[in-house]
């Protein structure tokens, strides 16, 4: 059973307009929630973080929004640029900060065009 | 080293045989984590390492799976007796802390079992 979902296989946006990705998770246990940018042949790398007890948290161009009754977050960037063309995993841990056991959803591939 | 080391980047091998990956994480990182990722999927647990001792193995898939840490730095994940389901991408994490959710991935180990 997929605990944390990413419903998009992929999502293709002009360069300066917004991506917004999305991600649904069942366990009422995770208080804690992670993104993630992958390039090819590199391994993911930390983009932006939230935890429970906010609804929303912003770093420069990127934006990560947090709806705890829908059990839904989602990832802003904008305004999108190629170099954000990249696979996107949305991640959610069972305890603040973290923990030891970061469960993925399957990733958004994002192609951001000229 | 400046990040997280893997080897070998790619190894295809036959079904049957034993495989080991290694991976060496970034100086002075204490939590180190080994996940997988098959084609389509998303990024799958498997063992946490804190020190040289690994609290959660839970995500080992068969007793095939082992691994280890020596001397609080490098891993190895070891499969014996592959088979073609256990081809994917093997990560290695690792982190200054366990209750940190900022992974530091590795590139990756790719294993193919013909």
């Known amino acids: 059973d997929q605990q944390v979902k990413q419903n998009s296989p992929s999502l293709s946006v002009q360069e300066g307009r917004i991506s917004i990705l999305n991600c649904d998770y069942t366990n009422s246990m995770f208080d804690y929630f992670l993104w993630y940018k992958k390039y090819p042949a590199e391994g993911p790398t930390f983009l932006i973080s939230?935890?429970?007890?906010?609804d929303k948290n912003e770093d420069g161009r990127f934006t990560v929004f947090l709806n705890k009754s829908a059990k839904h977050l989602s990832l802003h960037i904008v305004p999108s640029q190629p170099g954000d063309s990249a696979v996107y995993f949305c991640?959610?841990?069972?305890?603040?900060?973290?923990?030891?056991?970061?469960?993925f959803g399957t990733g958004t591939q994002l192609k951001v065009e000229l | 080293g400046a990040g997280v080391s893997q080897s070998p980047s790619n190894k295809v091998t036959e079904k049957g045989k034993d495989v080991e990956l290694r991976c060496d994480p970034i100086s002075g990182h204490t939590a180190l984590y080994w996940y997988r990722q098959s084609l389509g999927q998303g990024l799958e647990f498997l063992i946490y390492?804190?020190?040289?001792?690994?609290?959660?193995k839970s995500g080992l898939p068969s007793d095939r799976f082992s691994a280890e840490r020596t001397g609080g730095s490098v891993s190895t994940l070891t499969i014996q007796r592959t088979q073609q389901e256990d081809s994917a991408v093997y990560l290695c994490a690792s982190s200054s802390h366990a209750n940190t959710g900022e992974l530091f991935f590795g590139e990756g180990s790719r294993l193919t079992v013909l």
């Open positions: 390492f804190q020190g040289n001792s690994a609290p959660d």
């Open positions: 991640a959610a841990s069972p305890r603040t900060g973290g923990g030891n056991k970061l469960t």
């Open positions: 939230i935890s429970s007890i906010k």
